[in-house]
């Protein structure tokens, strides 16, 4: 089923539709860019300049294990993860 007809058909009418909710502009995914500005919104409530606010994706760039390596090569000693899920 899956290589017969999912994916004979399906990969068109997503890209088709992908290409409508597509921001060409940056060439990004509605999903990173919901993601950036959650990432952003939420440095601005906290307010506070010793706390580092990052964003990564789990299936792309930026990677979860890049972005936890930087945090530690710049000296974060707690790390706390929010698995945020921007797609509605």
């Given at each position: 089923?899956?290589?017969?007809?999912?994916?004979?058909?399906?990969?068109?009418?997503?890209?088709?539709?992908?290409?409508?909710?597509?921001?060409?502009?940056?060439?990004?995914?509605?999903?990173?860019?919901?993601?950036?500005?959650?990432?952003e919104?939420?440095?601005?409530?906290?307010?506070?300049?010793?706390?580092?606010i990052?964003r990564?994706?789990?299936?792309?760039?930026?990677?979860?294990?890049?972005?936890?390596?930087?945090?530690?090569?710049?000296?974060?000693?707690?790390?706390?993860?929010?698995?945020?899920?921007?797609?509605?």
């Amino acid at each position: 089923i899956l290589n017969l007809f999912i994916l004979t058909f399906r990969p068109q009418k997503s890209g088709k539709l992908y290409q409508t909710i597509w921001n060409k502009e940056k060439n990004q995914s509605p999903l990173r860019i919901n993601t950036e500005k959650q990432a952003e919104n939420l440095k601005k409530t906290t307010g506070k300049s010793n706390i580092q606010i990052d964003r990564a994706m789990r299936s792309s760039n930026p990677s979860i294990s890049h972005k936890i390596n930087k945090l530690e090569i710049e000296g974060c000693t707690k790390l706390y993860v929010l698995p945020m899920n921007p797609q509605y």
